[in-house]
């Protein structure tokens, strides 16, 4: 035999057919512990039941309040706390800490005087005995006895306050439980009124170590202030600096705009300027006035544009009596002499004129000089007074500086006597009512919370004994832990498996077949001619499995023999209801002729032969060179040589056997042999050079474990039979 261990191959669809869902493993686990599973929900369901129906009923009464962001501001000054200086998760959480604080706990406690309330004791299951709370001790308690009540009672309130915003809302229900209707409500109704009185105390507080603070801020900020200014007033002095105007900025600095020099080279620029323009004009009249052949003068004088008409009309004149006359006739010289004299007066009157023209230019330059000379001693001045302004801004900003500080201080001192005059931010929507049915225990509510805990308990459980239990379950753990492929599972029926297995159509049939085609893979032959099945411990199958296998090989695939080689447990013979008298020890104790110890099973092509009587040492017939012998005349004779080998459990038997066989087929009992057994057994076999050709899982509950046959196998012949009903099978 090779001793490479050979595996069956197996198709994809094959394994996938085998493996289930997670989740359905999980369900397959709980059904596998339905009824432990039940037990437990049952009993902590009950357990939850009475637990509820013993408590003591609980009686919840609810104010609600609103914290607004911000508060209505009657004075409108601000308050010494700036509200929208935080985001509002941060403002709300701040507001449901202080709902929830010690310190409103014992002003509540204070106010309803609770450390000496009997009612409130009882309310919630106080003991009136001993030391503690509310001692029913008479006579003057103790400073330290009332202290350590005080403190207990406000733990017990503590305890049973809540507080639950609404969302998305400035709401918040306070609410309170106990025993007793009247102190829930009590309790509540005082709790958000002493919130909201705490709030306005906290709020007056602050005002007077603010008002302490800015009293003394203030008479230190005072002398500064009167000092910088001081300072500043003497410095302009001695600098000249002469203010006309200032502006203050919004950030309350003072900026000088304009100084008396500023103003008066300002005012003398102005007038230089035009001094300036009247000099151009002054000068281009001039030059128009001396320019010859300019006409200048005719255009702007009138006396002058007269004399040269009456210069015009006398030439003219002139001219005519030329035609007339000889030049010296008499009214011809007395008519060159008149334009002879206004000639000479045009000529006078152009002289005055121009001198008039050029007297005003020259004013008007030594106005323009005398002007320039002054602005340039007004710069002179500016510029020393611009470099004297840096040290006189310093001085500025320091008293703007101190003015502001003082102001704002002065401002906040005379805001907070009335700072706290503002309305409350909280106010009371609805107090608590009188509460009318008990708010704890809900026993639905119980019943529900119990019913999840038992699940969970159940779950648990049937976990841990998955965990424990270490059988397979499922034919897809099969090559996992075992390391084997598997050839097929053979579900568990209600009737004998040996009669079952007769109808080729019965669902056995059927896994018996699938069985038979893996082996046909097993090896390059197709389905070994010799193979022997052996289990771990008896009663897993082995020997029905045996025969069912010949049945089908029988009806597929020619002639087979069966036979028994448990010589120290046969159970074939019997089951088959025929002889053990004599068999296969008889052959391996020396007997030649095997062919007498063929039995007919009355089924087609299918031959017996029984283990015989049982041996002194099963172990030292099978160690022999007969056993080979024996089947290797076997199968000269038949197509398939079947050998029922006896289980491991520790014997060389089966491996004995295994050794003279192509194969062994490896059966295990689904949900009853441990893995760590088969593991081992399996090891045994590999190491004693055995071929394995896969493993049979027997009794398999399919539908228990999520996949009925005819889904696992692909068949369907519509066979209702329900293997849930099956307990178990005859094999």
């Not at 900026?255 to 102005?270: D, G, K, P």
């Not at 000889?326 to 004299?341: D, F, K, N, V």
């Not at 499995?545 to 019997?574: C, E, F, H, K, N």
Request: aromatic share 6%.
């Amino acid at each position: 035999m090779s001793d490479m261990q050979s595996h069956v191959p197996i198709a994809p669809t094959e394994r996938q057919r085998w493996a289930a869902p997670a989740l359905l493993e999980y369900w397959q686990a709980v059904k596998r512990h339905i009824w432990l599973a039940a037990a437990i929900v049952t009993v902590v369901v009950v357990i939850g039941a009475i637990l509820t129906l013993l408590m003591t009923p609980q009686y919840t009464a609810t104010s609600r309040i609103e914290i607004a962001r911000e508060q209505a501001n009657v004075t409108n000054v601000e308050s010494l706390q700036r509200e929208d200086g935080t985001p509002n998760q941060e403002f709300y959480l701040t507001q449901y800490s202080l709902l929830s604080a010690r310190s409103l706990a014992e002003r509540v406690e204070r106010r309803l005087r609770l450390a000496s309330n009997k009612d409130f004791a009882a309310a919630h299951g106080v003991s009136l005995e001993g030391d503690g709370l509310l001692s029913g001790k008479s006579g003057p308690v103790s400073v330290d006895a009332m202290r350590e009540r005080q403190r207990q009672a406000t733990d017990l309130i503590l305890d049973h306050i809540g507080i639950s915003p609404v969302r998305g809302s400035a709401l918040v229900d306070v609410s309170y439980t106990s025993a007793s209707p009247q102190i829930s409500r009590l309790i509540a109704r005082t709790w958000v009124n002493e919130f909201a009185q705490q709030s306005m105390d906290r709020r007056f507080a602050s005002t007077a170590d603010a008002r302490v603070y800015l009293e003394s801020r203030l008479q230190g900020l005072r002398e500064r202030l009167e000092t910088s200014e001081r300072d500043l007033v003497n410095y302009a002095a001695r600098q000249g600096i002469v203010r006309l105007s200032e502006t203050r900025s919004d950030e309350g600095r003072t900026r000088t705009t304009q100084t008396l020099a500023s103003s008066n080279l300002e005012q003398l620029n102005s007038v230089l300027v035009q001094a300036t323009a009247e000099r151009t004009e002054a000068e281009a009249r001039l030059r128009a006035a001396t320019k010859p052949g300019s006409t200048q003068l005719a255009l702007q004088n009138q006396s002058l544009n007269l004399l040269r008409q009456k210069r015009a009309e006398a030439n003219a004149k002139y001219q005519d009596l030329l035609v007339h006359f000889e030049p010296q006739y008499p009214e011809a010289r007395a008519a060159q002499q008149q334009i002879a004299a206004l000639d000479r007066a045009i000529s006078s009157e152009e002289r005055r004129v121009s001198d008039s023209y050029l007297a005003d230019y020259n004013a008007a330059r030594q106005r323009e000089e005398g002007l320039r000379g002054k602005v340039s001693e007004l710069l002179n001045r500016l510029d020393n007074e611009s470099r004297s302004s840096i040290q006189y801004n310093i001085y500025q900003r320091e008293v703007d500086t101190n003015r502001q500080l003082y102001d704002s201080l002065l401002q906040r001192y005379k805001e907070i006597g009335v700072a706290g005059v503002g309305t409350n931010n909280i106010s009371v929507v609805d107090e608590a009512p009188m509460p009318e049915r008990p708010s704890s225990p809900k026993l639905l509510l119980n019943l529900v919370l119990a019913l999840l805990l038992g699940v969970a308990f159940a779950a648990i459980v049937v976990v841990i004994l998955e965990n424990l239990d270490e059988s397979l379950r499922e034919p897809s753990q099969v090559s996992d832990k075992l390391g084997a492929p598997l050839l097929g599972a053979i579900p568990v029926i209600e009737e004998d498996a040996l009669v079952n297995i007769d109808d080729p159509k019965s669902i056995l049939s059927e896994a018996y077949m699938t069985v038979r085609t893996n082996l046909g893979f097993s090896t390059d032959h197709g389905v070994p001619k010799t193979f022997a099945l052996t289990s771990t411990s008896p009663s897993e199958g082995k020997s029905t499995s045996a025969y069912s296998l010949a049945r089908v090989l029988a009806r597929t695939s020619g002639s087979v023999v069966l036979v028994d080689v448990d010589m120290r447990r046969p159970i074939l013979a019997s089951r088959l209801g025929l002889s053990n008298a004599r068999g296969v020890s008889n052959f391996l104790a020396g007997e030649e002729n095997w062919e007498t110890l063929l039995q007919s099973t009355g089924k087609p092509n299918i031959s017996f032969i029984a283990a015989g009587p049982t041996p002194p040492s099963a172990s030292e017939l099978l160690s022999g060179e007969r056993l080979a012998l024996f089947v290797k005349e076997l199968s000269n004779r038949f197509d398939h040589v079947i050998l029922d080998s006896p289980p491991m459990l520790g014997l060389s038997d089966a491996p004995l056997i295994a050794n003279v066989v192509e194969g062994v087929v490896y059966v295990v009992e689904a949900d009853r042999t441990a893995v760590r057994a088969s593991q081992a057994a399996i090891q045994r076999l590999r190491e004693s050079r055995s071929h394995i050709l896969g493993v049979l899982l027997t009794k398999y509950r399919a539908k228990q474990s999520g996949y009925g046959y005819g889904y696992g196998y692909g068949y369907g012949y519509g066979n209702d039979r329900s293997e849930d009903d099956a307990p178990g099978s005859k094999a």
